[in-house]
């Protein structure tokens, strides 16, 4: 029995910009949310497609395979911004030890908000605030926080792009909603 | 058991912000209950929680609408390929 030929797909490098630079700039900028970077991004995928179109085997699309590339680059990212130096501070919520060990750090306490709240939601300032509010939460908390909450990407799906485990995307959602709470709370919903 | 059910209030209010995805599993579910029971902070939290998810599911909605138009400006396009045809030869 002999199987059915499978579909080969090739390349056609001069023709990448016009038909992938915006499907993998929007992809990318969905993720990273930095219009520079996300540029470059684009142009290093392009560039490592180069290198190595020799070596593909033609059995994903052109596009899929670019994709995978960008994903590599994606992971590198959101990697060095884990481990660069002097990125934005966690404040504890709760004490980490000793006898009180999980209960709230008495100044890190929510307050209640006025009752209007509800009201305000689409208040378009309050949805800047949103912005600005992310913008000051360490970068790959920010990253995962955007993909999960405002993309609604599925979780595996995140994990497996960042190369994270579940409990560890689950640990970094609730720090970051803990300190987005804690800033909108400041800046808008304090009573 | 009744230990099992006994959680801090950082446990408490990570299975909060778990179960607004709907991935908080039944029995962390009652264990909040409980935990409410004699937690008013966390309890607020959660209720506030609420507003939260409430409110990010606007931004995401608006976000989406003007996802579509993002993308690279012509001239940066421009840049990017000359830079590709230097190295595509």
């Given at each position: 029995m002999s199987s059915p030929s499978p579909i080969t797909h090739s390349l056609d490098p001069a023709k990448w910009i016009d038909n992938y630079s915006d499907y993998l700039f929007r992809y990318t900028i969905i993720r990273i949310n930095d219009h520079e970077i996300s540029k470059d991004l684009v142009q290093e995928t392009f560039f490592s497609g180069l290198k190595s179109a020799k070596n593909f085997e033609g059995k994903a699309t052109e596009r899929t395979w670019l994709i995978?590339?960008?994903k590599r680059k994606i992971i590198d990212h959101y990697r060095k911004t884990n481990s660069k130096k002097g990125q934005a501070e966690v404040r504890m919520n709760?004490?980490?030890?000793?006898?009180?060990?999980?209960?709230?750090?008495?100044?890190?306490?929510?307050?209640?908000?006025?009752?209007?709240?509800?009201?305000?939601?689409?208040?378009?300032?309050?949805?800047?605030?949103?912005?600005?509010?992310?913008?000051?939460?360490?970068?790959?908390?920010?990253?995962?926080?955007?993909?999960?909450?405002?993309?609604?990407?599925?979780?595996?799906?995140?994990?497996?792009?960042?190369?994270?485990?579940?409990?560890?995307?689950?640990?970094?959602?609730?720090?970051?909603?803990?300190?987005?709470?804690?800033?909108?709370e400041e800046n808008w919903f304090n009573n | 058991m009744f230990k099992k059910l006994n959680i801090t209030c950082n446990q408490a209010t990570t299975i909060c912000d778990k179960s607004q995805y709907g991935n908080a599993s039944f029995f962390d579910k009652i264990k909040l209950q409980i935990h409410f029971i004699g937690c008013k902070i966390c309890a607020m939290y959660s209720k506030q929680n609420v507003l939260l998810t409430k409110l990010y599911k606007i931004k995401a909605t608006n976000i989406k609408r003007k996802q579509d138009s993002l993308c690279m400006t012509y001239q940066e396009k421009e840049v990017l390929r000359k830079e590709f045809e230097k190295q595509n030869v």
């Open positions: 995978s590339i960008l709760f004490y980490n030890d000793g006898e009180n060990e999980g209960d709230w750090i008495e100044q890190r306490v929510p307050q209640s908000w006025d009752n209007e709240v509800e009201k305000k939601l689409e208040n378009t300032e309050l949805q800047y605030q949103i912005d600005l509010c992310i913008e000051k939460l360490p970068k790959k908390y920010a990253m995962v926080f955007r993909m999960k909450t405002i993309q609604e990407i599925d979780t595996e799906i995140i994990c497996k792009e960042l190369d994270i485990s579940s409990s560890n995307l689950w640990v970094i959602i609730h720090r970051a909603r803990m300190q987005l709470r804690k800033c909108l | -």
